[in-house]
């Protein structure tokens, strides 16, 4: 069983930072592309950012020279730290991964639960 596990969601004031996590685990034999992705209340969900094996990322236009992607291959980990953070940014934040189970011929995707981020003074 593959879980992915987000943290560090809260509230912050606009103007300020904030770093999420999201951890997977299980019975992983590979990962591939990790993203990022939110929800608004009334709102569909929305592409943030991803980033590959080998560390290129690609930005969703909301967020491109705000907020920056990474990851840890080592401890199945990837981040968005998330700079000049705007009300709009208020959301809940979900991880996303392309797994190969162990034992399983392809890759798969996996979401985590989401985390609550509200931008508000």
């Known amino acids: 069983q593959v879980q992915l596990v987000e943290s560090g969601g809260g509230l912050v004031q606009p103007g300020g930072s904030l770093r999420l996590s999201c951890v997977a685990s299980?019975?992983?034999?590979?990962?591939?592309?990790m993203r990022w992705f939110r929800q608004s209340p009334g709102k569909e969900r929305e592409f943030v950012a991803s980033?590959?094996?080998?560390?290129?990322?690609t930005y969703g236009g909301a967020v491109k020279g705000r907020f920056a992607i990474s990851r840890d291959n080592r401890a199945k980990t990837e981040y968005l730290q998330k700079n000049s953070l705007k009300p709009e940014d208020t959301a809940v934040y979900y991880c996303?991964?392309?797994?190969?189970?162990?034992?399983?011929?392809?890759?798969?995707?996996?979401w985590g639960q989401g985390t609550q981020v509200t931008v508000s003074s």
């Open positions: 299980g019975h992983i034999f590979s990962i591939n592309d």
């Open positions: 980033i590959t094996w080998s560390s290129d990322s």
């Open positions: 996303n991964a392309e797994v190969k189970p162990k034992g399983v011929m392809e890759y798969r995707t996996y």
